[in-house]
T-cell receptor, first 113, second 111 residues
Framework: NAGVTQTPKFQVLKTGQSMTLQCAQD?????MYWYRQDPGMGLRLIYY???????DKGEVPNGYNVSRLNKREFSLRLESAAPSQTSVYFC????????????FGPGTRLTVT | QKEVEQDPGPLSVPEGAIVSLNCTYS??????FMWYRQYSRKGPELLMY??SSGNKEDGRFTAQVDKSSKYISLFIRDSQPSDSATYLC???????????WGLGTSLAVNP
């Protein structure tokens, strides 16, 4: 039981490049989340998916797109990376009906130059 | 004013000390209160989850919620070096699946 896995662990992009962050969970959870964590700003929700086939915007969705590929996988895409998107990105999943008991992945450290 | 305020510390205590970590909030709709622990370069992990007011105890950890004062606390008894981490409070109103997070308090427990 791996829990929540994220790939890649580290990535350096140039401004304007695109990339997809991958997330998978093997806990059969319905809900999945993407956060970014920045010093002095804390954890901020980018997008979430309450169930397979649905996605909703969080606090900071601009510049990102998501895909809930199936129940296990939830990907985050940066279409045209900007230095302001330099951050640590966390994926999380949850099984409880409110979505508050969240299990986090190890994170992806992204630098945009 | 942020919805959730948390002193970032850092807090440094000797091993065996009792640690008190706190958050205040402004939204009276919050009913669900959580404490997550985050080790350096790792993802957060859920430590305590409480609903409404009152206390909840789990081993060396006690979570306390005072809704009248809009104040929550996490107490760690007999603190250990392995408790050195950042502690994040998080809150939810129960109607939109979104958690509101504090910035986290960095704790160092010195042997």
């Amino acid at each position: 039981n791996a829990g929540v896995t994220q790939t890649p662990k580290f990535q350096v992009l140039k401004t304007g490049q695109s990339m997809t962050l991958q997330c998978a969970q093997d806990m059969n959870h319905n809900s999945m989340y993407w956060y970014r964590q920045d010093p002095g700003m804390g954890l901020r929700l980018i997008y979430y998916s309450a169930s397979e086939g649905t996605t909703d915007k969080g606090e900071v969705p601009n510049g990102y797109n998501v895909s809930r590929l199936n129940k296990r996988e939830f990907s985050l895409r940066l279409e045209s990376a900007a230095p302001s998107q330099t951050s640590v990105y966390f994926c999380a999943s949850s099984s409880d009906s409110l979505g508050y008991e969240q299990y986090f992945g190890p994170g992806t450290r992204l630098t945009v130059t | 004013q942020k919805e959730v305020e948390q002193d970032p510390g850092p807090l440094s205590v000797p091993e065996g000390a009792i640690v008190s970590l706190n958050c205040t909030y402004s939204n009276s709709a919050f009913q669900y209160f959580m404490w997550y622990r985050q080790y350096s370069r790792k993802g957060p992990e859920l430590l305590m989850y409480t609903y409404s007011s009152g206390n909840k105890e789990d081993g060396r950890f006690t979570a306390q919620v005072d809704k009248s004062s809009k104040y929550i606390s996490l107490f760690i008894r007999d603190s250990q070096p392995s408790d050195s981490a950042t502690y994040l409070c998080a809150m939810g109103a129960g109607n939109n699946r979104k958690l509101i997070w504090g910035l986290g308090t960095s704790l160092a427990v010195n042997p």
